[in-house]
């Protein structure tokens, strides 16, 4: 994983739902890989292109709103801005390469 963990987006032709502009619109067969994600939006999903993807995440959303799950920190924690501000030397960064 990169450090863009803000938006999760396919590119290629791990789409299950469809391709428009290059970009993958989730579908329902996405789902179980797109819940799996640590990223905070998911683009795009189309309330017209296969609705039941869109209600069954946002009823996913919802469960989760009352039974958390456990939070894993490592992705967020290695990102080189946040580990800069931790005060990490440059040449002891998790990955580097992520700034360029």
């Known amino acids: ?3 863009y963990l803000s938006r ?3 590119w ?3 789409c299950r739902g469809k391709m428009a502009s290059g970009s ?3 579908g329902i067969s996405d789902l179980p ?3 799996k ?3 905070l939006v998911a683009h795009k999903l189309y309330i017209d292109f296969e609705p039941a993807a869109f209600f069954c995440g946002l009823k ?3 469960s989760r709103e009352r ?3 456990k939070l894993d920190v490592k992705p967020y924690k290695e990102i080189p801005q946040v580990e800069l501000s931790m005060g990490i030397p440059f040449e002891n960064l998790s990955h580097p390469l992520w700034l360029f």
Request: charged share 25%; hydrophobic share 35%; net charge neutral.
């Open 1 to 3: 994983m990169r450090y």
């Open 8 to 10: 999760y987006q396919l």
């Open 12 to 14: 290629d032709t791990n």
């Open 24 to 26: 993958c619109i989730f």
């Open 33 to 35: 890989d797109l819940l």
């Open 37 to 39: 994600q640590p990223h």
């Open 60 to 62: 996913e959303i919802r």
């Open 67 to 69: 039974k958390p799950l």
